[in-house]
Nanobody, 113 residues
Framework: VQLQASGGGLVQPGGSLRLSCAASGRIYSDNSMGWYRQAPGKQRELVASIISGRSVNYADSVKGRFTIYRDNAKNTLYLQMNSLKPEDTAVYYC????????WGQGTQLTVSS
């Protein structure tokens, strides 16, 4: 499975954006999927995940602002981001894993006025 992340850009604080992650191969509802981010000079961190197609988890820093969801019919994972803050600025990566582990190439989000 190959992943293609898109949707990043420049957004003002308080704004919204939706990231997409399209899978080239067939994905299954019980595959785990997630979004990670890496800010300059920092380690990559988990933002949100859907584990085995059921359990949804968020980093404390994005709870109540970000929503992760997937459309299995479109083989696509999404991350809806609202009330964006400058500290959300990072490269965002999507990931899918099961008996395999695949990462997307990353998409840049910059939150700045």
């Amino acid at each position: 499975v190959q992943l293609q992340a898109s949707g990043g850009g420049l957004v003002q604080p308080g704004g919204s954006l939706r990231l997409s992650c399209a899978a080239s191969g067939r994905i299954y509802s019980d595959n785990s999927m997630g979004w990670y981010r890496q800010a300059p000079g920092k380690q990559r961190e988990l933002v949100a995940s859907i584990i085995s197609g059921r359990s949804v988890n968020y980093a404390d820093s994005v709870k109540g602002r970000f929503t992760i969801y997937r459309d299995n019919a479109k083989n696509t994972l999404y991350l809806q981001m609202n009330s964006l803050k400058p500290e959300d600025t990072a490269v965002y990566y999507c990931r899918i894993w099961s008996t395999f582990d695949s990462w997307g190439q990353g998409t840049q989000l910059t939150v700045s006025s």
